[in-house]
Protein backbone atom coordinates (compact mmCIF):
# COMPACT_ATOMS: atom_id res chain seq x y z
CA UNK A 1 0.00 0.00 0.00
CA UNK A 2 1.74 3.35 -0.97
CA UNK A 3 0.15 6.83 -0.56
CA UNK A 4 -1.51 8.28 -3.35
CA UNK A 5 -0.56 12.00 -3.79
CA UNK A 6 0.84 15.11 -1.89
CA UNK A 7 4.94 15.46 -0.52
CA UNK A 8 5.04 11.55 0.31
CA UNK A 9 3.22 10.25 -3.16
CA UNK A 10 4.69 7.13 -3.43
CA UNK A 11 5.85 6.47 0.09
CA UNK A 12 4.94 2.25 1.13
CA UNK A 13 2.94 2.12 4.03
CA UNK A 14 2.89 -1.25 6.52
CA UNK A 15 -0.46 -2.84 6.80
CA UNK A 16 -1.25 -6.62 8.44
CA UNK A 17 -4.63 -7.93 7.96
CA UNK A 18 -5.24 -9.10 11.20
CA UNK A 19 -8.44 -9.01 13.40
CA UNK A 20 -10.37 -6.44 12.71
CA UNK A 21 -7.30 -3.90 11.03
CA UNK A 22 -7.98 -3.36 7.44
CA UNK A 23 -6.58 -0.92 5.48
CA UNK A 24 -9.09 1.77 4.29
CA UNK A 25 -8.98 0.75 -0.10
CA UNK A 26 -7.47 2.87 -2.47
CA UNK A 27 -10.44 3.94 -4.61
CA UNK A 28 -12.20 4.85 -0.50
CA UNK A 29 -9.20 7.25 -0.16
CA UNK A 30 -8.98 8.72 -3.60
CA UNK A 31 -12.72 9.56 -3.53
CA UNK A 32 -12.33 11.26 0.30
CA UNK A 33 -9.46 13.36 -0.60
CA UNK A 34 -10.77 14.26 -4.12
CA UNK A 35 -14.24 15.11 -2.57
CA UNK A 36 -12.43 17.52 0.46
CA UNK A 37 -9.56 18.53 -2.03
CA UNK A 38 -8.36 21.77 -1.11
CA UNK A 39 -10.13 22.14 2.54
CA UNK A 40 -7.47 19.65 4.01
CA UNK A 41 -4.86 22.47 3.54
CA UNK A 42 -3.62 23.40 6.69
CA UNK A 43 -6.79 21.96 8.39
CA UNK A 44 -6.10 20.11 11.72
CA UNK A 45 -7.19 16.02 10.99
CA UNK A 46 -8.68 14.00 13.55
CA UNK A 47 -8.28 10.04 12.55
CA UNK A 48 -10.08 7.44 15.03
CA UNK A 49 -9.49 4.11 14.86
CA UNK A 50 -6.20 5.00 12.79
CA UNK A 51 -5.40 1.52 12.21
CA UNK A 52 -1.94 1.59 9.64
CA UNK A 53 -2.64 5.41 10.27
CA UNK A 54 -3.14 5.87 5.95
CA UNK A 55 -6.04 8.07 6.11
CA UNK A 56 -3.27 11.01 8.03
CA UNK A 57 -0.92 10.11 6.09
CA UNK A 58 -2.38 11.17 3.36
CA UNK A 59 -4.22 13.78 4.86
CA UNK A 60 -0.06 15.82 5.74
CA UNK A 61 1.13 14.43 2.48
CA UNK A 62 -1.68 16.83 0.90
CA UNK A 63 -0.69 19.73 3.31
CA UNK A 64 -2.86 19.32 6.32
CA UNK A 65 -1.33 21.54 9.35
CA UNK A 66 -1.41 18.32 12.08
CA UNK A 67 -2.75 15.02 12.75
CA UNK A 68 -3.98 13.37 15.62
CA UNK A 69 -4.77 9.75 15.41
CA UNK A 70 -6.66 7.40 18.08
CA UNK A 71 -6.30 3.83 17.83
CA UNK A 72 -6.04 1.18 21.15
CA UNK A 73 -5.74 -2.41 18.70
CA UNK A 74 -1.96 -3.58 20.08
CA UNK A 75 -1.55 -4.12 16.02
CA UNK A 76 -2.33 -1.12 15.11
CA UNK A 77 -0.18 0.79 17.65
CA UNK A 78 3.00 -0.83 15.95
CA UNK A 79 2.18 0.04 12.71
CA UNK A 80 1.56 3.52 13.43
CA UNK A 81 5.14 3.83 14.73
CA UNK A 82 6.60 1.85 11.56
CA UNK A 83 4.51 4.05 9.65
CA UNK A 84 5.56 7.72 10.86
CA UNK A 85 8.95 7.31 10.98
CA UNK A 86 9.52 9.40 7.81
CA UNK A 87 7.15 12.05 8.48
CA UNK A 88 8.59 15.48 9.31
CA UNK A 89 4.83 17.43 10.03
CA UNK A 90 3.08 17.56 13.55
CA UNK A 91 1.44 14.06 14.90
CA UNK A 92 0.35 13.07 18.06
CA UNK A 93 -0.26 9.20 18.71
CA UNK A 94 -3.81 8.65 21.25
CA UNK A 95 -3.79 4.71 22.34
CA UNK A 96 -6.74 5.11 24.35
CA UNK A 97 -10.50 3.59 23.12
CA UNK A 98 -12.49 5.92 20.74
CA UNK A 99 -15.70 6.70 22.96
CA UNK A 100 -13.24 7.67 25.96
CA UNK A 101 -11.42 10.14 23.39
CA UNK A 102 -13.88 11.39 22.13
CA UNK A 103 -15.95 11.81 25.54
CA UNK A 104 -13.13 13.72 27.38
CA UNK A 105 -10.86 15.38 24.68
CA UNK A 106 -11.75 19.19 23.06
CA UNK A 107 -12.49 18.65 19.50
CA UNK A 108 -11.14 21.85 18.11
CA UNK A 109 -10.25 19.89 14.69
CA UNK A 110 -11.70 20.64 11.29
CA UNK A 111 -12.48 17.26 9.91
CA UNK A 112 -12.75 13.88 12.34
CA UNK A 113 -12.45 11.14 10.71
CA UNK A 114 -13.98 7.67 11.69
CA UNK A 115 -13.53 4.40 10.35
CA UNK A 116 -14.34 1.63 12.92
CA UNK A 117 -14.51 -2.20 12.70
CA UNK A 118 -17.15 -2.92 10.14
CA UNK A 119 -19.01 -4.93 13.09
CA UNK A 120 -18.77 -2.29 15.29
CA UNK A 121 -22.00 -1.48 16.65
CA UNK A 122 -21.47 1.75 18.00
CA UNK A 123 -21.40 3.60 14.92
CA UNK A 124 -24.07 6.12 15.58
CA UNK A 125 -23.41 6.61 19.75
CA UNK A 126 -19.72 7.89 18.14
CA UNK A 127 -21.38 10.46 16.54
CA UNK A 128 -23.63 11.20 19.68
CA UNK A 129 -20.62 11.63 21.60
CA UNK A 130 -18.88 14.17 19.12
CA UNK A 131 -22.33 16.15 19.24
CA UNK A 132 -22.91 16.49 22.36
CA UNK A 133 -18.75 17.73 23.35
CA UNK A 134 -19.15 21.08 24.17
CA UNK A 135 -16.04 21.98 22.38
CA UNK A 136 -16.76 20.93 19.13
CA UNK A 137 -15.36 23.07 16.34
CA UNK A 138 -19.01 24.25 15.34
CA UNK A 139 -17.69 23.77 11.59
CA UNK A 140 -15.89 20.59 11.55
CA UNK A 141 -16.78 17.89 8.91
CA UNK A 142 -17.16 14.06 10.19
CA UNK A 143 -17.10 11.68 8.15
CA UNK A 144 -17.56 8.03 8.63
CA UNK A 145 -16.96 5.25 6.73
CA UNK A 146 -18.67 2.11 7.52
CA UNK A 147 -20.56 -0.67 5.47
CA UNK A 148 -22.76 0.26 2.68
CA UNK A 149 -25.03 -2.36 3.51
CA UNK A 150 -25.70 -0.48 6.68
CA UNK A 151 -27.18 3.48 6.57
CA UNK A 152 -26.83 6.00 9.28
CA UNK A 153 -29.55 8.55 10.30
CA UNK A 154 -29.48 11.62 8.41
CA UNK A 155 -29.61 13.70 11.60
CA UNK A 156 -27.68 12.59 14.57
CA UNK A 157 -28.23 15.58 17.27
CA UNK A 158 -26.02 18.13 16.16
CA UNK A 159 -24.78 16.63 12.93
CA UNK A 160 -26.45 16.69 9.95
CA UNK A 161 -25.45 14.58 7.01
CA UNK A 162 -24.74 16.80 3.49
CA UNK A 163 -23.41 13.88 1.78
CA UNK A 164 -23.10 10.06 1.44
CA UNK A 165 -21.22 8.06 -1.49
CA UNK A 166 -21.21 4.09 -1.45
CA UNK A 167 -18.32 2.31 -2.84
CA UNK A 168 -18.52 -1.28 -3.53
CA UNK A 169 -18.88 -2.69 0.02
CA UNK A 170 -17.62 0.17 1.46
CA UNK A 171 -19.82 3.74 2.42
CA UNK A 172 -18.61 7.33 3.00
CA UNK A 173 -21.09 9.65 4.97
CA UNK A 174 -20.30 13.18 5.76
CA UNK A 175 -21.40 14.81 8.76
CA UNK A 176 -21.59 18.66 9.92
CA UNK A 177 -22.97 20.82 12.70
CA UNK A 178 -26.63 22.54 11.85
CA UNK A 179 -28.32 25.08 14.06
Given amino acids: MHIS?????GKKVAFMRAGNVR????????????????????????????????????????????????????VSR??????????????????SEAKIFLKKSNLFYDFIYLDPPFDYSFKEKLLEIISKND?????????????????????ILSLSKYDSRRYGDSRLDFFKCYS
Fill in 23 to 74: PVMSVVRKAFFSILFNQIIDSNFLDVFAGTGIMSLEALSRGARFVHLVDYNK
Fill in 135 to 155: SLNKYAKVIIHYPSRENLSKY
Fill in 5 to 9: AGKYK
Fill in 78 to 95: NLLVKNFRFINEPYKFFF
